[in-house]
């Protein structure tokens, strides 16, 4: 199964954008790349998936490399209540293929 | 839809004991997820299954865990008999495999278990 890799920790002010990294420089052609988060004392919850182009939706942006080796989580403005474990997992495609490998994540943590 | 629906959320009891997690997925997903998450090894994958049928229990710790699906509703994960290292938070998901493109998964609040 390919890795990710990301940072442990980091810190963002509030209202202002956070860049998420992950590598994962073994990635397969048919990888999905995933970002799912999880609040404190809640379950993960889904945040943003893509292949290959850029993605947009209303919780984030997913910025994948053009070599694929390496994506970027972005929070266009952070708020108090974007503090979590962001987790990048990589979703191989095909039957028989549906474990996720949950890493241990980026703790992101917002300030006042 | 009330999401994933697990119960009870909080769970303690004592060691030898049999502890019996329970999990309502999604209705019309058609797969179901174990997971148990601890500070030592994090989030980890226990068994899932697909129409009901265990496809994967190859993170099942050992023979004292046992997982059901009677039927697309309804789950358990039975731990017996119980031992201190059991101890953690015990989430189950669903998805609808095969019927989305990110065949995403809805993870229900979890079930803290503590075995003293």
């Known amino acids: 199964d390919a890795k990710t890799t990301q940072p442990n920790s980091m810190e963002s002010n509030e209202e202002e954008p956070v860049h998420l990294p992950c590598n994962h420089s073994?990635?397969?052609?048919?990888?999905?790349i995933h970002w799912y988060r999880q609040l404190p004392s809640q379950g993960p919850e889904y945040v943003i998936h893509?292949?290959?182009s850029n993605v947009n939706n209303r919780m984030a942006s997913l910025a994948i490399a053009e070599d694929r080796k390496s994506s970027t989580l972005i929070l266009h403005r952070a708020t108090l209540r974007d503090a979590a474990v962001y987790y990048c997992?990589?979703?191989?495609?095909?039957?028989?293929?549906?474990?996720?490998?949950f890493g241990t994540g980026t703790r992101l943590k917002v300030l006042a | 839809d009330a999401g994933v629906i697990q119960s009870p959320r909080h769970e303690v009891t004592e060691m030898g004991q049999e502890v019996t997690l329970r999990c309502k997925p999604i209705?019309?997903?058609?797969?179901l997820f174990w997971y148990r998450q601890t500070m030592m090894r994090g989030l980890e994958l226990l068994i899932y299954?697909?129409?009901?049928?265990?496809?994967?229990d190859s993170g099942m710790p050992e023979d004292r865990f046992s997982a059901k699906m009677p039927n697309a509703s309804f789950s358990t994960l039975k731990i017996q008999p119980s031992e201190p290292r059991d101890s953690a938070v015990y989430f189950c998901?669903?998805?609808?495999?095969?019927?989305?493109?990110?065949?995403?998964?809805?993870f229900g609040p979890g079930t803290r278990l503590t075995v003293l």
């Open positions: 998901a669903s998805s609808a495999w095969g019927r989305e493109i990110a065949d995403t998964q809805y």
């Open positions: 073994t990635i397969s052609g048919t990888d999905y």
């Open positions: 893509g292949l290959t």
């Open positions: 997992i990589l979703r191989p495609m095909g039957s028989g293929t549906y474990k996720y490998i």
């Open positions: 209705s019309g997903h058609n797969s």
């Open positions: 299954f697909n129409n009901n049928v265990p496809i994967d």
